[in-house]
RNA sequence: UGUCCCAUGGUGUAAUGGUAACACACCUGGUUUUGGUCCAGGCAUUUAAGGUUCGAGUCCUUAUGGGACAACCA
């Protein structure tokens, strides 16, 4: 496995060459993946994630898992659980511990005294309105304060009773003093401080002064010795002022530290057919249009997993589409081949009928049974064989039966012969039909010198069906997922709502599925403890972990390819 | 009428001044006891215009198109 995951390089392994070339931080490379604990880790994350560890990898340094929790009202310890467990069944392990940004609040604070103390931030008692107001707008340059050139003493004591709590939300923010005329709207006095007075969920009351995400990330960084500091592009007019505060502690700080880190920007993922936006998947799992964040149509890591897919796809996917500084839409249709391509190789086969039609063999004595030898998977002899049971009563696919069908349909009709794979080559004789003119019934007589490994099953014929006996298969429920949406850019129309293009169709429930009765003895061994299977010409599933002995749940991971579907239209 | 970033096939990514590669998707054909897998083949002269150069997808200029930035979010 190891193996075949090849590096592919990209600009960002070109800019750490570059830096170690040149001896930057003394050859160090430490990357960091930094969440935010407010919700769950998506495909989007995914890619960061097999970015960074990667790199961490690669360079030797390792990886630091950092939550970014300097918001503690959106922030709570489910997500974080979340979060490392999803890391860690990607496949990841990071260096030591945990970091949170919030066990830095105490250096932070110092070092914003530090700033005050050099002039370079002052506390603002303005509220949110005035300050944006000053803002200016991208063309017009903003206002300055008229707090911002308070005495540094007077800046101390009011930043240290904001720590007090001697103020309310909102009442006093620090501000860092760059140039409200800065062509770059960041640099125009960002806010370093703002007052929440609200429990987090680590450090609970004790703090009521809490960091911005521009005065905390980059320090983190510089904290924990990162060397590169990955984001994504959005980030980018932001380097500026993650520059600026590490420059100005640097500037006050007695000696050099060994390492500071450099910010480099990769463009996010998107996939199409779904949405990506934390807000978006929200509001999917609170209105219910999903049954929660681990719902398999949902592009969480959770969804993806519960669905089926593997870590190793994932991580395949990751390296497929590659790190570029340019805006893409990938294709849904490279995730699903990633799965596939590994599911392919690595699921037993067994057989399932979804959707049943009884084939009664009229030839074929009654009570007899007849255990077939059936491969677990083509792929990998290693896995081995089975055995299944054939008698007179089997269930097929309704969709494998046609009447007058067209001569490219190579599936089951009257005066047709189709193999039963594993078992005999049959010859369909008749059917039934109810009052409304459903099939009921299909009979078939069965040539007993074809049986599967004989001489006469070399016959070449032209369709090959999976089936399963009446009365050995084992009722399951199966759950088939389509996309979530049927727009390509659910989320990429000025005037309508991405909700507007719920695919209704994109779970369909199957109580009564039948599957042959020993499919466990196929042996589906994967690392991650979910059982995967490939239903014989149907597509991948695995057993979802709402299961029970006595009531067994698939869920449909991907279909086959299917190019018969799309012959016939 | 700002600053910054980006531009290679239907979709992504590569080509690091030397004649467009790989993957997905799509289309042919072959093999096959899964209409799966596998195998073989097809599918772009790189947004435009100018310049530098023996030589430009790559460097320069301009244009065009797309994106980011004005949360007490990250």
Redesign the pocket.
């Known amino acids: 496995m190891e193996s075949n995951e090849k590096i ?4 960002i ?2 800019e750490i060459d570059k830096d170690l070339s040149e001896n930057k931080n003394g050859g160090a490379v430490l990357t960091r993946f ?3 604990p ?1 919700g769950y880790l998506h495909i989007g994350h995914a890619k960061s994630i097999c970015l960074n560890f990667g790199l961490g990898k690669y360079y030797k340094g390792g990886t630091n898992l950092r939550f ?4 503690p ?2 922030e709570e310890t489910e997500y974080v659980e979340s979060i490392k467990e999803d890391v860690n069944w990607l496949g990841f392990q990071w260096n030591d511990e945990p970091k949170f ?1 919030s066990d830095y609040f105490e250096q932070l604070y110092d070092w914003a005294v530090l700033l005050i103390k050099d002039g370079k931030a002052y506390v ?1 008692d ?7 107001e000053q ?5 017009i340059p ?1 206002l300055e304060s008229p707090n911002r050139n308070r005495s540094v003493e007077e800046n101390l004591d009011l930043f240290e009773r904001m720590r007090k709590g001697e103020f309310k ?5 620090l501000r860092a003093k760059i140039d409200m005329a800065s ?4 640099m ?1 006095d ?2 370093m401080y ?3 007075h609200a429990n987090h969920h680590r450090t609970g009351d004790k703090w009521c002064i ?5 005065y ?2 980059g320090q983190g960084d510089f904290i924990e010795g990162i060397s590169h500091s990955i984001c994504t ?7 500026p002022l993650y520059e600026w505060f590490l420059n100005s502690i640097l500037e006050a700080l007695p000696e050099k530290p060994a390492t500071i880190p450099r910010q480099i ?1 990769f ?1 996010r993922l ?1 996939l ?1 057919y779904t949405v990506m936006s934390k807000r978006k998947l929200l509001q999917l799992v609170n209105e219910k249009y999903v049954a929660g964040w681990d719902d398999p149509r949902m592009p969480t890591i959770s969804g993806l997993r519960r669905r089926g897919y593997t870590p190793e796809s994932i991580r395949r996917f990751a390296d ?12 849904v ?2 995730l ?3 799965v ?2 590994d599911l ?2 690595r699921a037993p ?1 067994v057989y399932a009928v979804l959707d049943p039609v009884k084939v009664v063999i009229t030839n074929y004595p009654e009570g007899e049974v007849e255990w077939m030898e059936a491969i677990n ?3 990998d002899e290693s896995m081995g064989s089975r055995k299944l049971p054939f008698s007179r009563e089997i269930y097929i696919e309704r969709d ?1 039966f046609m009447e007058n ?1 067209p001569k ?4 089951m009709d009257v005066g047709r012969e189709v ?6 080559i049959v010859m369909c004789e008749g059917i039934t039909k109810d009052a409304d003119g459903n099939i009921t019934e299909i009979q078939c007589t069965y040539d007993p010198d ?5 001489e006469g ?2 016959r ?7 089936w399963v006996s009446i009365e050995h298969a084992k009722t399951v429920k199966v759950k088939q997922y389509d996309r979530l949406f049927m727009d390509e850019a659910p989320d990429g129309h000025k005037d309508k709502d991405f909700l507007d293009f719920l695919n209704p169709d994109s779970l369909s429930v199957v109580n009564e599925c039948y599957i042959e009765p020993n499919y466990m003895d196929a042996g589906s061994n994967f690392a991650d403890g979910i059982a995967r299977y ?1 239903f ?3 597509g991948y599933f695995c057993i979802d972990k709402d299961s029970t002995e006595s009531n067994v749940i698939f869920n449909r991971t991907v279909t ?8 016939k239209k």
């Open positions: 592919k390089t990209n600009f392994h070109q930094p969440p935010e407010n970014d929790d300097t918001n009202v959106k940004s603002d303005q509220s949110a309105e005035e300050i944006a803002k200016g707008t991208p063309t903003g939300n909102g009442e006093r923010v062509p770059n709207m960041h125009r960002p806010l703002r007052i929440i809490y960091p911005m995400y521009d905390a990330h592009l959005e980030f980018e007019v932001h380097r920007e463009a998107n199409n497929e589409i590659g790190v570029a500084k340019r805006e893409n839409v990938i294709d249709a490279l699903e081949h990633c596939r391509e392919n190789i086969r998977n083509p792929e494998d069908a490219k349909f190579f599936r193999r039963l794979k594993n078992a005999y074809t049986k599967s490994g004989m099953s070399k070449k014929v032209k369709g090959t069906l999976h490939q014989q010409r149907l086959l390819k299917d190019s018969w579907s799309k012959a």
